[in-house]
């Protein structure tokens, strides 16, 4: 899974990067309105972390631009802006959550992940395939109960197949989601990731679709 973070504040914005890398995302940092339109325009995000005090282009604006455009990644506002006439400002350009400042930094990991699977079409906050369960509040992967070690790479990779299972993800799509804009992944180092995720996983979960990508399903669904 992979986040934007629009914020201008250059602390700030390093805590919530190492933060929501330290649990598992892949994260690009914008530190102003223009770049931040820019960037949710052109790149693929399964969830944003906008600033609303934004220089070059305010954060209502990029939020307005962004829905009219027809982008649906959800968009967690956070702000120091606690009136209710701001807050509904951002919710009428298409906010989806609202935190104010100063926040816990759980709190916003989490509401986040909830973001994330509900956009997915998720509405438990556990997403099973077959014998693995993906807890989507905590980060955790088990399989028949047991816990499953993943490297912060393969838990990406798995949680995105995971909340897109049923369907081809794509060699394209996958890179999208599970790097940042600065990383430049060899051809090959997909297939090489998911085969290291399904020995890990002892079940026949993930199935290669020859030329077009990856289908996550349960063992009863195969075919
Ligand atoms: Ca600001």
Not at 81 to 106: C, H, I, L, Q
Request: glycine residues 8%; charged residues 25%; aromatic residues 6%.
């Amino acid at each position: 899974m992979r986040l934007l973070v629009v914020e201008d504040e250059p602390q700030l914005t390093l805590r919530l990067q190492q933060a929501l890398e330290a649990v598992g995302f892949a994260v690009d940092v914008a530190y102003d309105g223009e770049e931040g339109l820019y960037l949710g325009e052109t790149e693929a995000y399964d969830a944003v972390v906008l600033d609303l005090g934004l220089p070059k282009l305010d954060g209502v604006s990029v939020l307005g631009r962004w829905r009219e455009m027809g982008r649906a990644m959800p968009v967690l506002v956070l702000t120091a802006r606690n009136r209710w006439a701001d807050k509904s400002a951002a919710f009428a350009a298409g906010a989806d959550d609202y935190v104010t400042k100063p926040f816990e930094m759980d709190e916003v990991v989490t509401r986040i992940r909830a973001l994330i699977r509900r956009a997915a079409g998720h509405a438990s906050p556990e997403i099973t395939c077959g014998p693995l369960r993906l807890d989507t509040i905590g980060g955790r992967v088990s399989l028949d109960g047991m816990p499953v070690q993943l490297t912060a790479q393969e838990f990406r990779i798995l949680s995105y197949l995971a909340h897109h299972q049923g369907r081809v993800v794509g060699r394209g799509e996958l890179v999208e989601h599970v790097y940042d804009r600065n990383a430049d992944p060899d051809s090959n180092v997909l297939d090489v990731l998911v085969a290291r995720i399904r020995r890990k996983l002892k079940a026949d979960l993930i199935h290669t679709m020859r030329g077009q990508g990856w289908r996550m399903e349960p063992p009863n669904n195969a075919g």
